[in-house]
């Protein structure tokens, strides 16, 4: 069960890089008013969802404690990045504030689940 864990906690990890790095590379473009929402945030965002409910049923299923209220608060901020990221992902050209904010929920979801214990 450990080696099924470690395997969705690597895909999770691959998600938060995928949203995360579709962020990050277009920041210049944020500054200039011309970012957009691509599709590997988009694929990121699901990635990191359908990976953490599963890990979230193998840990309950490998009687592992699970801290409800931080997977609750990581799953909501998770909802906002996907609804923002599906709406806007057609848009030629994404709002800055919009922009800014699912790069930043998606960094505060990151420091969430490393540094929250």
């Not at 920041?27 to 890990?55: D, E, N, S």
């Not at 919009?98 to 490393?114: D, E, K, Q, R, S």
């Amino acid at each position: 069960m450990d080696v099924l864990i470690h395997l969705f906690v690597g895909l999770h990890i691959i998600g938060i890089a995928a949203l995360l790095g579709g962020f990050l590379t277009q920041m210049k473009a944020m500054g200039q008013g011309t970012a957009r929402f691509v599709p590997g945030m988009l694929h990121g965002a699901f990635t990191m969802l359908a990976t953490g409910v599963i890990l979230v049923g193998l840990n309950e299923a490998d009687h592992h404690h699970v801290n409800t209220v931080k997977i609750g608060v990581k799953l909501a901020l998770l909802i906002v990045i996907l609804g923002l990221v599906y709406v806007k992902r057609d848009e030629e050209k994404a709002e800055k504030g919009a922009f800014a904010l699912v790069g930043a929920l998606t960094m505060v979801n990151v420091f969430i689940a490393v540094l929250w214990t």
